[in-house]
């Protein structure tokens, strides 16, 4: 992963904020309250992340960088860096004006114009960034550049763009995501933290798929699939609607007949398993489009999930679902077919975490949510990620999916076709223009 990718991701999630907070105006123009902690938890995410910590990072480095090498980059940078430096004031006048909204000095119209305005100056700042700066950067800048350019972004210690920042920045988003009003974020009154799951050590190759096959009457969905999940990986299935994803995960699980192949799992050969012995070995999985129990609780739907644990760690591993999201815990006696779609993805992945899986399957996690929400999910992932949980990864979001993958696969049509890391696929120019839109 280079800084331009980094940087890319970062206008990513500005665009998704921007987009939301675009969405919840609309809401307060129709005569929706003005939920004053949720722009709190906005301005704080753009004034420590953006104003802090990205905007001086390119000021210091790849707009000074550019300005050295290339005559064209100051009609641009010129006005990107007075938007930069205007930045704090625009968002501190925006504060107040929500304040004074919120206690009723101003109209609900009035401060739907006013977001509005702020949101359209930022994607306006994006884009210069993303059609102007990032492509003249990519002809430009030499050999040394991207070295200096690289060590700065990438320093894991870095204080402003290193792992524990990042850590911190997430931890806002989670923030927003948990406080935004239901129809874009998880519509919580609290906000819990990306608790962290208890560490586990990396070995050697945990799942190994050899030559999988699979059909549907006489349609051969899969055709000869290999591929193999070391433990602690993340590992990213990307490919078109219909490339057969699904189907891979269904029939690893044991959902879905395998007709050749073999599948091992922690040095053992579970071909044959019935798909609830599968789930014994710490195989569980988030289905596509969430499949929870609409008329049960939350708290049964979580329950159900741990059925093979036992019963006095049940609690325990609840209260940690709740910590991560805290929606769940406020509504745990409701149904849930009451839940949003974003609770519900919430709601699935954490009853696939209460079976304390040895190796995660997540199918397309971000299917259909909010653009905050895309985020959010995806942030959950980094955190498990982070404390060494295996992951099988399958999602539509191929860009998303790959940047936070240790490794990829690209399938067609029930077929391997591509497989890297997740930073040389994303840099691969057949899956940039096939899947990236690039």
Not at 102 to 113: D, I, K, S, V, Y
Not at 332 to 343: C, D, I, V
Request: some cysteine; hydrophobic content about 40%.
């Amino acid at each position: 992963m280079d800084a331009l990718t980094l940087i890319s991701q970062d206008h990513s999630n500005l665009w998704r904020l921007a987009t939301t907070v675009d969405q919840v105006a609309s809401e307060i123009e129709a005569g929706a309250p003005i939920e004053q902690p949720f722009f709190n938890a906005v301005f704080d995410y753009i004034e420590q992340f953006v104003d802090r910590s990205h905007h001086p990072k390119e000021d210091d480095y790849l707009f000074r960088l550019l300005r050295l090498r290339s005559a064209e980059a100051a009609a641009v940078l010129d006005t990107l860096q007075v938007e930069h430096r205007e930045g704090p004031a625009k968002l501190a006048a925006l504060r107040a004006q929500v304040a004074a909204a919120a206690q009723g000095q101003l109209a609900g119209g009035e401060l739907a114009t006013a977001l509005r305005d702020y949101t359209t100056g930022l994607k306006a700042h994006i884009r210069a960034e993303e059609k102007s700066v990032l492509p003249l950067a990519r002809s430009a800048l030499l050999e040394t550049d991207w070295a200096e350019l690289n060590a700065a972004f990438l320093n894991n210690n870095d204080p402003l763009f290193g792992d524990k920042a990042r850590e911190e920045f997430r931890q806002l988003y989670h923030r927003v995501a948990s406080l935004a009003p239901e129809s874009v974020g998880l519509g919580g009154h609290s906000v819990g933290t990306l608790q962290p799951l208890p560490d586990r050590a990396k070995a050697e190759v945990q799942l190994r798929v050899e030559g999988m096959e699979s059909c549907y009457g006489r349609i051969k969905a899969l055709k000869g699939i290999s591929l193999e999940v070391r433990r602690g990986e993340t590992v990213a299935l990307v490919g078109a609607n219909g490339a057969g994803k699904t189907t891979f995960l269904r029939t690893l699980s044991g959902v879905q007949p395998m007709s050749a192949g073999s599948i091992h799992f922690k040095g053992e050969d579970i071909s044959k398993l019935r798909s609830d012995k599968r789930m014994r070995l710490g195989i569980c999985q988030s289905p596509e489009g969430r499949q929870v129990f609409g008329p049960l609780s939350i708290e049964d739907n979580l329950r159900l999930g741990a059925y093979t644990q036992p019963r006095d760690q049940v609690e325990g591993d609840m209260e940690k679902i709740f910590t991560m999201f805290p929606i769940l815990k406020e509504k745990r006696a409701l149904p849930a077919g009451t839940l949003s779609g974003g609770q519900q993805q919430m709601l699935a992945i954490g009853r696939a975490l209460m079976g304390r899986p040895s190796l995660l399957l997540l199918d397309e996690p971000s299917m259909g949510l909010a653009p905050l929400l895309v985020e959010e999910v995806f942030n959950v992932i980094r955190m498990l990620k982070s404390k060494g949980m295996t992951i099988l990864l399958v999602e539509q979001n191929a860009f998303a999916a790959l940047a936070i993958a240790d490794r990829g696969y690209v399938l067609e049509t029930g077929t391997v076709t591509l497989t890297g890391t997740g930073q040389e696929l994303i840099s691969n120019e057949q899956v940039r223009a096939a899947y990236l839109g690039m």
